[in-house]
């Protein structure tokens, strides 16, 4: 091949990658930034994402305002406290734990791997895509298993589709969207039925609201089964989504990998966020105030469906899995118009999600839908 021809092809074949990308995740990131539009607009009442309406806390603001002074640092420091932090509250080794900007970023690299490795994730459906996402676009195939007629994820359907094929199994619990939470006893069973070189990664975003406590986590079982990761996230209950902090729990092996492997190399949360996370885990009153808030907005809208009739999951999270057919089919985008985001993603078919806000907003929520139902 020639030189010129060599660039030609070098040419082409980057242009056809960047319109290979530019239909899949790229286009939806600017389909993302048109959103932002509608996020940054304080006159809506914001019921889509699950955001935590009480953050960030009094002691985090406070926190990020003096991180400030040491933001000209790089910080490994803080990243040691805040694994130190949270080693403590579990009671495992701090190197068990991998803190990354958000956990969105761990499931991506989880993803990834067994994409790479060309493997299969089984997983619940529907549930909180990312994992899948990436691990598709790295080239993993997917085994889908649907959650059972009241929405909860059925153990016993996933484990009869674990085959040699299985690189890793993800769980959510409690569940997003569908806001139900299965039996702990029968998920530590699951776990302990998992073959050993399966990896099994169970998303904990929303394990402070369940019904069950933290009871319901899977964190006593870390150092049994090496095959597990729990993922966790500060951009619920904590109410630092914006800040982007999360983090993993797993065996040492596993942690080193994702270390390796994480394009910040762990230092990708900045000082702030993570003197956020530490300043809010050492303020368990103000995680309590928001779980109990976030009842208080469950039940006005429990209320509320009693009344007209409307059958909802048992929600253990912060948001509610709502069957739609109560309301007109274009309820979503018509809620919007009037100044209410909610949401609807294509698989959960017969559903919509409404995340808790704050009573005035709940109030306010019941009111304007009260107009869609048929
Ligand atoms: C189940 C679940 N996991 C992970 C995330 C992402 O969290 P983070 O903000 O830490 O990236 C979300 C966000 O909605 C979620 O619902």
Redesign the pocket.
Known sequence: MSEISRRKWLQSSLLASSALLMSGPASAAIELSKKNVARFNDELIKLH??ENPWGPSAKAREAVIKALDISNRYPDDLVESLKKEIAQTNQIDPRQIFVSA????I?SLLGQHVGLMKGEILTAWP??P?IVQAGEIAGATTKKVWVDSNERIDLNKLKAGITDKTSLIFL?NPN?PTSTEVDTKDLRAFCRAVPSNVLICV?E??IEFSNNGLEGSMMSLVNELPNLII?R????TYGL?GL???YAISSQGNIEQLQMRHPGREIAAGVAPLAAALATMKDPAFIKHCVSKNNEGKEIVYNAYKKWGVSHAKSSTSFIYTRHEHFDKDVVPKMKKDGILITKWPDMKDHIRISIGKPSEMEAFVKTIEKYLV
């Open positions: 994402y699950n958000g956990s969105m970023e499931l549930t909180f990312t959510c997003n998303d975003a929303y993922v996230t500060f951009s619920k989504a982007r902090i999360g």
